[in-house]
């Protein structure tokens, strides 16, 4: 193999496993470090400049970093990281100091957001203190988007949504809410220099074609339509009997809201088994909690209606097969399932819509109505029109949209500025060792052994009973810190330098995990399965240095690296150092 | 501040015979200079005793004074263990040795321990034939009171102070041939392929097994100069050949081919195959293991591996017939025989 690159700045980002796996990249292991010794202003402060919606984040998140979590990989469960993100925010001090103070003075360029969700307000968060004039328009009377809409208060309070959204508001954003954007023909019309569509995917999938859904509409509602309603308090009850349909985190979302607006019998019915359903896995376990049973492998034939009234539904049952390496669900034979239901609640996914764009303007449509973006620039193929959020490429997360808010902003100013859109600005980064003395690192280099700690939830009696009531409790200060400290530090790296190698085996006979070899090079295949430790885990690099003096290679497995930091301490030339890598994705400006 | 060794493994450890990981032999993290040779001789102890699957309560490790003597803190840490006085440690395993020899005695010196102060002791449990392995972690210098030339030290090395040695050095492998050492080896702590294998065999064994091994020392006699330093070792290293240990339960894969190819079976059935570099030694000939010590030291070389192997001479057991059981387990009825025994053995007096 080749001499691995750590000029490459992507090599030892890949190694952050947490941070690599996080659409938007927030450095993970330097705000929990900074959470273990109680800096939670500095913490969140990290969060906001990268992910900019730390408490919505830490309570909603979809957690891509979790299951990349390297602790996932030597015990069993991942550290708590979207967790611990709420401990920054919810003790954090005084943060706006911290934020770009305006006015900031107006470039002379504006620019439009449509739609008021995540993407849209990272958007404004990026451009403004840049001089950008940010018109945001919102159909909703405040600005949040989804975050509003989808996600029921005791999931995430009203109150640190709207902190968080008022945070970028408070930058001089113009608002215009309560303003559906009809026509974006009209927008480009006005004299914005760029408009940003951040509409999301706003329509909830239905069952038209299901017997008796038209019969029983009065109590057949759209999963995300009904949850918006709740949101905006147009509907305050359910009957006590509930079918909701889907596997996804939406349907978690409606069951959970139907048992805190009088749905007594809950229940989710989804048509694939229990293992693949979309939804979180913490996400079922709270709608479990709850009383609600996920009535698997059922798929809905029809609504039951009597005299006008939904009585229920009825369901086949299904088993998964593979068939040439496809699941297939195929009927078992047995007589339909029928489900009482007094309303049901249809949550099996959403799409994009995009009335509002005039086909003929200049933004292509492809063959499934959606609008041709580029995945790097976020632009469509009209010059002053850029796409991100769930309106870019369908259904994805909070988070998601927050990264392609920061891509389309960089677009968006280099398109202001007449520079070339694929001129991308380089990461920042940093590598510092961070050795203070012979045994002595400016980490707590020490591997704790502490299971994962558990979020602590508010009694059911409570939360049932109030809408708006948080479930979760969120960790204390004192498990914040043990929790944290359960973080590997892998943003500290293990950098070898060949000529200080004396070849004395010291870092071999020292890694507890078995990471590094010194061997003969070959062809990776062949090296990863001649290692003290087979590296089989093909996803994780290896780390190889140029020949040695006796023309062998110290070969480091990434795998389960421990970054304990003992090689480091074992090395007597200091051929091995660790280096705090720090990586942030480059913001507009 | 790292004092203290991570609990995790790899998830994916291996687990030998008795199902135990390689983890379950290691002991407690080292406090020796990093990069000291003697760290990597632990851990291919380690290697080995894992794959020879020795139940640790099967093993006593016994030590004298000196850097190398602690290292058995760092290894085998479910095993019995005794640190003796300086340069006694022959004397304790031959007492253990003697009480229950059921168990594997892995002695651990070094060689100011064996050399000096132990010489002594070392030529004797040698011309016993002790059933032990006896491992010198030869670095050439006293590491422990910084770093003054020993008897191994050899003449004209140059010190890290930069004074160069007039004494002869003792070459312990010479002397171990010459005294009738039934198991002899030389080995480099900086390659534990070859390292490992003469452990193993060592461990098979039936008699003395000395193994002495080059440990350089990385905080003084480390330096330009130094025939014991990593550079310097490397550099004049000739080994007798590629040694690979074969135990008798496992299926011999290897095919013989031009006669370059060798197995010796050991006592226990396990065969130690080797390839054979230097076409005039035969281990099995004391004469010619002799020819190449004394060739190699004129060279300049510094000859490793498998040197000597002598299957054929009596344990100190056998030699002294002493009984078959372990002393703890004797119960009265066996020690004392009764009245009639006695009297028949006066009768026979009379």
Known sequence: MQPTDIKDPEYFHKVVDCQYACPAHTPVPEYIRLISQEKYTEAYMINWESNVFPGVLGRTCDRPCEPACRRGRIEEEPVAICRLKRVAADNKGEVKPFMPQGPFSFNGKKIALVGGGPASLTVARDLAPLGYEIHLFDEQFKGGGFMRSQIPSFRLPESVLDEEVNYILDLGIHTHFNHFVHSLEELLSQDYDAVFVGTGAPKGRDLPDLPGRNEGAKNIHIGINWLANVAFEHTTNIGKKVIVLGGGNTAMDCCRTSRRLGGESVKVVVRSPYSEMKASPWEKEDAMHEDIPIVDNHVPIEFVVKDGVLKGMNFEKVTPIIENGKRKLVPTGEPLVFIEADDVLIAIGQENSFPWIERNIGVTFDKWDMPEVDTLTHASSHPKVFFGGDAAWGPKNVITAVAHGHQAAISIDLACRNLPLTQRPSPFVNLVSQKMGLHEWAYESNVVNDVRYTVAQADKKVTLSNRKTEVELGFTKHEGCKEAERCLNCDVQTVFVEDKCIECDACVDICPTTCITFIDNAEEDELRQLLNMPALNTSQDLYVSAPLKTKRVMVKDEDVCLHCGLCAERCPTSAWDMHKFLYKVTKAG | ?350
């Open chain 2, 1 to 350: 501040m790292t004092f203290i060794k991570p609990k995790f493994r790899h998830p994916d450890l291996p687990k030998n015979k008795l199902g135990y990981t390689l983890s379950y032999y290691e002991g407690a993290l080292s406090t020796l200079c990093a990069g000291c040779g003697h760290d990597s001789i632990s851990a291919a102890i380690i290697q080995s005793a894992f794959e020879m699957n020795i139940e640790p309560h099967k093993l006593a490790k016994l030590s004298g004074i000196g850097c190398s003597s602690k290292t058995p803190t760092y290894f085998l840490g479910n095993s019995h263990g005794f640190n003796s006085v300086h340069g006694r440690m022959p004397s304790v395993a031959t007492g253990a040795n003697m009480a229950n020899k059921d168990l594997i005695y892995l002695g651990v010196s070094g060689d100011g321990d064996t050399a000096s102060i132990g010489m002594g002791q070392f030529v004797h449990v040698i011309r016993r034939n002790l059933k032990m392995i006896y491992i010198v972690m030869n670095n050439g210098c006293y590491g422990l009171t910084k770093g003054q030339d020993s008897a191994t030290a050899d003449n004209g090395s140059i010190s890290k102070a930069g004074i160069v040695n007039q004494f002869q050095a003792i070459d312990l492998c010479g002397l171990a041939i010459e005294l009738g050492a039934t198991f002899v080896a030389q080995s480099f702590s900086g390659d534990k392929k070859q390292l490992i294998p003469l452990i193993k065999a060592a461990m098979a064994h039936n008699g003395f097994a000395f193994i002495n091994v080059i440990s350089p020392c990385v905080t003084f006699n480390n330096n330009k100069g130094s025939t014991k330093s990593y550079d310097f070792v490397r550099g004049h290293l000739e080994a007798t050949g590629t040694f690979d240990f074969v135990p008798e339960m496992e299926e011999i894969t290897t095919t013989y081919e031009s006669g370059e190819k060798h197995a010796i079976k050991l006592h226990d059935g396990s065969l130690l195959q080797f390839n054979k570099l230097d076409s005039d030694w035969d281990p099995l000939d004391r004469f010619s293991a002799m020819k190449a010590v004394h060739q190699a030291r004129e060279k300049n070389e510094i000859i490793t591996g498998l040197l000597y192997l002598n299957q054929g001479a009596m344990d100190l057991h056998e030699l002294v017939n002493t009984c078959d059981r372990p002393l703890n387990t004797l119960k009265k009825e066996d020690l004392c025989p009764g009245n009639g025994a006695l009297a028949s053995i006066n009768a026979g007096l009379r």
